[in-house]
């Protein structure tokens, strides 16, 4: 008998974090659909791709998933293998079941759908997200983002003029603008050495709709559990001071046992660490460079 991967996804969980992920044939996928808590998950809930949801998948990258729909009915949202998305309302999860049915059937292909709005980046919403944070090159240019962006507008400004008016004195011109920038931004590169001394070789694993994460060093991991945490401290600039340094953070997170982990934006950035903890266990202290200590 066919087997699919089948998932859950509750009001606790962020985009692309599902539970209870398993192979399931059409019968046992069905019965996850009928078990699962609607009364209670669809309360408060908006209507969107990120929802209390049991999903389907296909080898192909193919997707069914059922959520909440306004007035106790169901939206249906079907994820192609271009990674378009299509949707359907229904009325009942009976309904929503014979569509499993031909998910299953049919091989993932589902058709005459209506169009959904567009969604930048669909497949996010519906394909499993490790939630797996480490040091790379991808880290590393999101975390001196605004260095590239600063050099690329200036290599655009600079090339714009060179084409209205050749003249050597722009390509100086484009040298010194270099120059001036990376004297503005040299507190940047001092705590960017910082970070990436302390957290080369760090891992850590978490999702903001599981209590337990994975923090280690070089392979040497640890689980732990957020209702052990006694605070979690955010040092970082939080006025409105100019300067290229602005998003840079240390984390340090201190649990009731005493036991401590510090890592920095350059590990995880601010946005995506404050999903993963409620706010009454943060605490935000301001430092003008937050560097280790």
């Known amino acids: 008998m066919t087997t699919l991967i089948s998932k859950a996804q509750y009001k606790r969980s962020e985009k692309g974090e599902f539970h209870e992920i398993a192979a399931r044939n059409v019968d046992d996928t069905i019965a996850l659909l009928l078990n699962f808590p609607w009364d209670t998950e669809r309360h408060l809930t908006s209507v969107e791709l990120t929802c209390p949801s049991i999903s389907v998948e296909q080898l192909t990258g193919a997707c069914l998933k059922i959520g909440p729909y306004f007035s106790g009915k169901f939206a249906l949202y079907y994820l192609d293998t271009s990674n378009n998305v299509s949707f359907k309302i229904v009325n009942t999860l009976a309904d929503a ?12 292909l589902l058709q005459d759908w209506e169009k959904y709005t567009f969604t930048w980046k669909s497949a996010t919403f519906f394909h499993t997200n490790p939630f797996e944070y480490v040091v790379n090159a991808k ?28 003249d050597s004195s722009i390509i100086s011109l484009f040298f010194s603008l270099i120059v001036i920038l990376l004297m503005l ?25 599981e209590d337990e994460f994975v923090y280690g060093k070089a392979g040497n991991n640890k689980i732990y559990n957020k209702q052990n945490i ?8 939080w006025q409105s001071r100019p300067g290229f340094w602005n998003d840079c953070r240390v984390y340090k997170i201190t649990f009731n046992d005493g036991e401590q982990l510090k890592f920095s934006s ?24 937050p560097g280790f200590v």
């Open 266 to 289: 350059l590990l995880i950035e601010e946005s995506a660490l404050l999903r993963k903890f409620s706010y009454d266990r943060l605490k935000f202290v301001s430092r003008f460079l």
């Open 139 to 166: 880290a590393i240019r999101s975390f001196l983002g605004i260095i590239i962006r600063s050099v690329l507008i200036i290599f655009l400004l600079c090339l714009m003029l060179f084409m209205t008016r050749p």
């Open 230 to 237: 006694a605070e979690v401290i955010i040092y970082g600039v």
């Open 97 to 108: 079941a014979i569509w499993i049915n031909t998910f299953f059937e049919q091989e993932g």
């Open 185 to 209: 931004t040299s507190p940047l590169y001092i705590v960017f050495f910082n970070y990436l001394l302390a957290d080369k070789g760090s891992y850590l694993q978490i999702s903001q709709g």
